[in-house]
């Protein structure tokens, strides 16, 4: 157990409808990262929080946008969902911005129908 | 720009037998990070390792050995008396100081059978 929770675990809906997923970082952590692993993509970096603000961009659509919270949990939101975006959704925490480790939440499938 | 390819898919061996996942890298930068990280069939990423550029040292923990060489920006991963419980996909990744974005290679599943 890396001490990242992600919720849901799962997630079923359908084409244009609007998601949000939910992280939680282990104690201590000012970092969370956005992930999202496909088939046809692999593993691609999203964003990147430290502390609530914004620290990096990946490759994020302009429909899916993030955040996070005083109490530092994290929220992804997928908009105008596509079935493209089904795929498992990881979130990653880590001590701070020069820190090495990211550690990864147990992740969540999203599947849109 | 950064890389990492894992040019193999997928490797079978039988239980006991050592098996090496390659990983090579490209980055153009003097200082950066490498890792390995284990995605099991329940799905979760586990961490195992993270290496320095400017330490070469290889490093054994256990059962896993990883051998780092800059001259060939490789950061190879060696699993000796393999078990069934190694089966997985094994991801390598870098990633360069001051940006914590990691570049993942796409991964080798490795199959252990008995």
């Known amino acids: 157990d890396s001490g990242v929770t992600q919720t849901p675990k799962h997630l079923i809906t359908a084409t244009g409808q609007r998601v949000t997923l939910r992280c939680s970082p282990r104690s201590g952590d000012l970092s969370v990262y956005w992930y999202q692993q496909s088939l046809d993509q692999g593993l691609q970096f999203l964003i990147q929080?430290?502390?609530?603000?914004?620290?990096a961009k990946g490759n994020i659509l302009e429909r899916f946008s993030a955040q996070q919270f005083p109490d530092l949990h994290s929220e992804l939101n997928l908009s105008s969902l596509e079935l493209g975006d089904s795929a498992l959704y990881f979130c990653?925490?880590?001590?701070?911005?020069?820190?090495?480790?990211?550690?990864f939440g147990p992740g969540t499938r999203l599947t849109v129908l | 720009a950064q890389k990492v390819t894992q040019a193999q898919t997928e490797i079978s061996v039988v239980e006991k037998e050592d098996v090496t996942l390659d990983c090579v890298y490209e980055t153009r930068d003097t200082t950066y990070y490498l890792f390995w990280y284990k995605q099991p069939p329940s799905g979760e990423l586990v961490f195992l390792i993270r290496r320095n550029s400017f330490d070469e040292q290889n490093e054994i923990s256990g059962r896993y050995s990883w051998n780092f060489q800059k001259s060939t920006s490789s950061f190879n991963f060696t699993i000796t008396a393999s078990q069934v419980v190694d089966s997985a996909v094994y991801f390598c990744?870098?990633?360069?100081?001051?940006?914590?974005?990691?570049?993942f290679g796409t991964g080798t599943r490795l199959l252990v059978s008995p």
């Open positions: 990653a925490s880590s001590v701070g911005q020069e820190s090495d480790e990211q550690f």
């Open positions: 990744a870098q990633r360069n100081t001051g940006f914590q974005k990691l570049v």
């Open positions: 929080y430290y502390n609530g603000e914004e620290r």
